[in-house]
């Protein structure tokens, strides 16, 4: 066994059911080679019971669970921090010139290794990636993420219109490809594959059809794409499929809206969308600082929960500011604040577990990750901030786990975390 010692927090039950944070001061995780949680408890107790055993001390600072990222864009590295645009002229002057440049492997393979490093420094330990509409380039994601040991969810995205005609496809060839990268990677190691259409805007209908297919091939596959994001970009969708009930039905059509499926932003829903999707058992990725910064508006929270849909967080860069969850958290903060009573009231215990276990359940992981149960696999991050640091004095000064951890969300950064493991083993 290694037994890891330190301040563990973590939010097994959901905050937004009832549930609250669970925290143990001077606490140990007993992790055997296989990287599975064998027993947790104080650490006098764990170390009564393995006397013998390699002790990791994590004492200062916080332990939480490794955060999951569920939508974030592995093209859009290199170009976080282009302010100033909404939507789709964003992609038009920034993201898509960028993701046209992986047509070269050589140079997919160097954003490659700045994306999974961007993640695995934030403390992010398990990923639903967006990909690139080129197949070498999802080949060389995989391949980094495999090499680091980041749990990766990703695949080909997909788009036959509007976009650039050298990013476009056809529903033969998204077929292929797709099935080609799904029997590469899925389920090895921690890779996993999902189908990808960028979003209905971008595809014919004949392309969708397409990803469904892929998806009856391979029924165990993911499915993630956007969806309403932008008032503008929703009633560019509407005009292109005019029998469409609302947005969610272009993908409920092709049969693409189930318990496999993450649904990024969701900004603008209507009520019909609202219960299809927790009828379907789908799953929304909010993204709170590319919502703000590319104008897209506030979240509702509150009538997401109120019809039981599933939400978790995601980053969306390079829209998103970054890649750290602690600033996701904060901004969810900020926007459930600013909706006032339309809002959702937030306590550091709901940000951990939308960055943790929410992602998790989302992503079918939640008897695997999320959290530091027996029976799971340790991945966590150490949040150990330099000495002297404004957040070090703050959590030297906190009067509780809980006021410890609203202070990790308001101050933290990459800069703060110490360590990060998957499956206990040490990545990044």
């Not at 509007?162 to 090895?188: K, M, Q």
């Not at 993450?262 to 609202?274: G, K, Q």
């Not at 590319?294 to 939400?311: A, I, Q």
């Not at 900020?334 to 339309?342: N, P």
Request: contains cysteine.
């Amino acid at each position: 066994m290694t037994i890891y010692r330190g301040t563990f927090l973590d939010t097994p039950d959901d905050p937004f059911a009832g549930g609250s944070l669970r925290s143990e001061s001077d606490g140990a995780l007993a992790v055997d080679q296989a990287g599975t949680i064998v027993r947790r408890g104080s650490y006098p107790s764990v170390r009564s019971a393995y006397p013998d055993d390699e002790v990791v001390d994590l004492t200062g600072g916080l332990v939480l669970p490794g955060f999951v990222d569920t939508h974030v864009h592995f093209p859009q590295v290199r170009v976080i921090g282009a302010l100033g645009m909404p939507l789709l002229d964003w992609l038009d002057q920034c993201a898509l010139p960028e993701e046209a440049k992986l047509a070269d492997t050589g140079y997919a393979e160097g954003v490659a290794r700045d994306f999974v490093s961007g993640l695995t420094s934030a403390g992010t330990t398990t990923a639903l990636v967006f990909g690139s509409h080129f197949a070498g380039a999802v080949d060389a994601l995989f391949t980094e993420a495999d090499r680091v040991g980041l749990r990766c969810t990703s695949g080909l995205v997909v788009s036959d219109r509007i976009l650039r005609e050298d990013l476009f496809t056809s529903p033969e060839r998204a077929h292929d490809e797709g099935l080609a990268l799904a029997n590469r990677w899925h389920n090895v190691r921690h890779n996993r594959y999902a189908v990808i259409p960028r979003f209905s805007l971008s595809c014919t209908p004949e392309l969708l059809a397409s990803c469904a297919s892929l998806q009856e091939q391979f029924p165990d596959l993911w499915f993630t794409s956007h969806i309403n994001e932008n008032v503008v970009e929703i009633d560019t969708v509407k005009k292109l499929f005019d029998d469409a009930e609302h947005y969610l039905h272009t993908y409920s059509e092709a049969g693409l809206v189930g318990r496999r499926s993450i649904f990024a932003h969701n900004v603008h829903p209507t009520h019909d969308e609202l219960v299809d999707l927790a009828a379907a058992d789908a799953s929304v990725a909010h993204c709170p600082t590319s919502n703000s910064a590319l104008g897209s508006g506030l979240f509702p929270l509150r009538t997401h929960v109120e019809h039981g849909v599933r939400v978790a967080l995601g980053s969306d860069v390079g829209a998103g500011t970054g890649f750290s969850l602690f600033k996701e958290g904060l901004q969810a903060y900020f926007m459930q604040q600013l909706l006032g009573d339309e809002g959702l009231s937030l306590t550091a215990a709901h940000l951990l577990h939308l960055a943790t276990a929410a992602g998790a359940d989302a992503l079918g992981l939640a008897d695997t990750v999320g959290q530091f149960s027996e029976g799971h696999e340790f991945d966590a991050l150490w949040l150990r901030p330099a000495e002297g640091t404004t957040l070090d004095v703050a959590l030297r000064h906190a009067h509780s786990t809980e006021d410890a951890l609203a202070k990790a969300f308001a101050l933290g950064t990459p800069a703060d975390v110490a360590q990060t493991w998957v499956a206990g083993a040490q990545i990044g």
